[in-house]
Each structure stands twice: as C-alpha cells, then as structure tokens.
C-alpha cells in the first residue's frame, strides 16, 4: 500500500484534503499532518481580530475533514524531512514513512532584533482571535498602547481593525503603526496615501519610513527618533518560508523557500512535492500570497494522483495579476487591481463576499 503524507494543512491542500477519499478508495493510506486541528483563513484574520468574524467563519476544521474522508490525521509540529530515507520526523520524535509526500508548511513571520513576552506575530492567525480578546478585556480596566511593526497589507489591516477594537471600549487604545517604508509599498502609490488618510482620520498614529533597531519589553528603539511605547505590539513585519527545508537540506531559494518546478515538484525529489508560501516556484518566484496557495490546490492534488499512478503531471500557470482587496476595519476596504485602486464600503463587502464563499466551499464536511 503507497504512503502518502500531506505535510501541512493549509491553503494550498484544502483542495487534496477534500478529495482524501478519492485517494483511500483507490487503495493509498494518506495521513495529514499538520500542527494544528484547525485552519485558519488568513485572509479573514485582521476581522477575527476586530470580532467582525467569530472564529467557527474563519476557520477549517482540518482533522474533522480528514477523518470524514477516512484518512489519518495527526497533530504535530513537523521538524525535518529525511528524503534519502522517505521519513518525516516530528518534534516529538514520532516518525512517519513515506512513498510520496506533499509540503504545505507555510510561512512564519520573520523575527525583529531584541525581544518583548508582548510582542505578537501576526501568524499563526489564531493569534490574531487571541490578541483581540487580551485586548477587549485589558481595556476594561484601563487604557492600552498597541504598536503595530510593518506597514504592509498585514500590518495596516491589522492597525485598521485595532481601531475598530477600540470604538466603544470603556477606555481609549491608542493604535500606533511602524512601518521601514511607506505603508503599502508594493501597491499603487495611491493605496498607500488611502490607508494612510483612512488610519490618521480613525486616530492611529503612523510612522513611515523608519526602521525598528531593536524591540525591547514595552518599547520599540527605532533608528530615528523618539522610541515607541507599548503594552502589546503585534508583529507584522514580512514572512519567510517555513525553516523545515533548509534544516532538512532540501533545495531552497535564498530565503529558504523549497525549490520546486513548474509541476510543485521539488527541483532533486520527484518525491516530494509542495505549494503555498513554503516553496519557492523556480520557473518564476511569486509574491507569498493565498491567491497562489490556493491557485496552486487543484495542480497539486491531480498531480499527487499523477505521481502515484505513473501518470504525466500538469504544470500550475500562475496568473500574472490578481485581486487584493485590504479589509480596513470601519466597513471599508482598498481594492487594488493592476493600476486601478478604490476604497470604500463595497470593496469590503466585495472581499466579505469573495472570503465567505470560499470558506463555504472548503467547510462542507
Ligand atoms: C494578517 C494576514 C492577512 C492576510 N490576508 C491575505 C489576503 O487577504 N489574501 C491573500 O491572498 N493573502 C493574505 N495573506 C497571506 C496569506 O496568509 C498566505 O499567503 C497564506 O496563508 C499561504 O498559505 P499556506 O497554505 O502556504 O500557509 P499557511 O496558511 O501558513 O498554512 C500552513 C499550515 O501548515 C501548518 N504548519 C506549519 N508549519 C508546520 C510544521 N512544522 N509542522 C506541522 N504543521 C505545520 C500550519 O499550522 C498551517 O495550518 C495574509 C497574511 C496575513 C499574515
């Protein structure tokens, strides 16, 4: 019987998950692992955050979805991967053999110089359901700074959906956001002086263009000017591939993105294959966005299929744009498509609509 493993349980496997039983029925025993029961939907986290989303809207559960297929799931962090020897080796020390495996590990937030027990990264997103609920009940007994590292999308829907957070609270919580460069650098001029204007009007303050030297216990040390003052702060500050290829010395991209081919194939391994923000897709590299990971589900679960039966594989196309649309807290939303920028209340309920759609495809049982 051939052993297949889905490292990882994220976007870009929803769609294999879904067709487990297409898998067991033709005779494979497939486990996935992954280090958590549920999934969270990134896209619907800055939300989670505000409360807009209870956490049941924003999230799968993956364990329910795999067993109802008749697969095996098993939590648990996976450390490294032993391709020579087909074995996926767990923190734990468990170890699972394989004849295929599929990586979607995902991402982490990359870690800012110095240290803080209150600073928060953004992912994984479940941290941003347990940020909003610290705060909602701090600022119950009095008033609360909250910091915000990186002005990218991340960073300003999350300030944006702090200030949402704060709008009735029993005291004020002075939102502040830090970003290297101007907000929204990799958009159109235009959407960076939006959410610029949208964060200065609702009360945040904004500071751009200065870089966080060192993150001390409620203080961020920027290279200029006065340090910023917090009780919590939430890491934003960009994401780099999981550290599970490079450590298993696999192929990577500079940043430690597991090399892979226009099949999600890894560049030495046909063996191994993977999507989402853990790879690095050699034919062109991609921004680390969901569009991409979930882009990549359907090539990734008919060419596992492929991959066992001898069959020919199908190369991901990935489109050359796509959509964004930035969820900013007060009903409104930045949509961002090639050139054109807009913002306003139907952006947002647009990027509502497009989010709750996809979660009620993935959450049938
Ligand atoms: C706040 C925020 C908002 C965002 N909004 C959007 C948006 O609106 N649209 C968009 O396109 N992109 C958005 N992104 C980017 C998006 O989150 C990522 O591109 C997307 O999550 C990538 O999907 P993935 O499946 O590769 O990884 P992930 O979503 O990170 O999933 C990886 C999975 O693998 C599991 N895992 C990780 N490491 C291990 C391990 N060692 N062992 C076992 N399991 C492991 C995790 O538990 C997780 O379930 C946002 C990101 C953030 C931080």
């Known amino acids: 019987m051939k052993k297949l493993i889905l490292a990882g349980a994220g976007h870009a496997h929803l769609m294999t998950i879904r067709n487990l039983s297409a898998f067991i029925s033709a005779g494979v025993s497939a486990t996935v ?3 958590g029961d549920f999934h969270y939907y990134s896209g619907m986290g ?10 049941e809207e924003t999230r799968f ?5 795999t067993e109802a297929r008749g697969a095996t799931f098993l939590q648990g962090v996976i450390e490294r991967i032993d391709a020579a020897g087909r074995r ?3 923190a734990d020390g468990r170890t699972l053999a394989y004849d295929l495996l599929s990586c979607n590990l995902g991402s982490d937030v990359i870690t800012l110089p110095g240290a803080s027990p209150h600073l928060i990264p953004v992912k994984p997103i479940d941290n941003l359901h347990r940020a909003g609920a610290e705060i909602r009940n701090r600022l119950q007994g009095g008033p609360l700074r909250v910091a915000v590292i990186g002005g990218g999308p991340a960073g300003v829907e999350v300030a944006g959906n702090l200030l949402r957070l704060g709008k009735g609270a029993a005291h004020p919580l002075a939102v502040t956001l830090v970003s290297r460069d101007d907000l929204l650098l990799r958009y159109p001029a235009r959407a960076g002086t939006l959410a610029l204007a949208s964060l200065r009007q609702r ?4 500071i751009e263009r200065q870089a966080v030297r060192q993150v001390e216990a409620s203080r961020i040390v920027l290279d200029a000017g006065e340090p910023v003052l917090f009780d919590l702060a939430l890491n934003a500050a960009g994401i780099g591939p999981s550290a599970v290829f490079g450590r298993s010395g696999l192929p990577v991209s500079k940043d ?8 999600l194939q890894c560049v030495s391994d046909p063996a191994i294959f993977g999507g989402g923000d853990g790879i690095h897709f050699d034919p062109q590299p991609l921004d680390r966005v969901g569009v991409y990971a979930v882009r990549q589900g359907p090539v990734l679960c008919r060419n596992l299929t492929a991959a066992l039966n001898g069959k020919p594989l199908k190369a991901f196309l990935p489109q050359r744009r796509y959509l964004s649309i930035l969820n900013l807290g007060d009903g409104r939303g930045i949509l961002a498509w090639r050139s054109l920028i807009v913002s306003g209340h139907l952006a947002f309920r647009l990027k509502d609509a497009i989010d709750r759609s996809f979660m009620r495809r993935f959450q049938k049982e």
């Open 46 to 55: 800055p939300g989670l955050l505000a409360g807009i989303y209870r956490p």
């Open 88 to 90: 996926v080796i767990l």
């Open 33 to 35: 692992v992954s280090a």
């Open 61 to 65: 559960d993956v364990r329910k979805m």
């Open 203 to 206: 009360g945040a303050t904004v």
């Open 256 to 263: 430690g993105g597991l090399r892979v081919n226009a099949h």
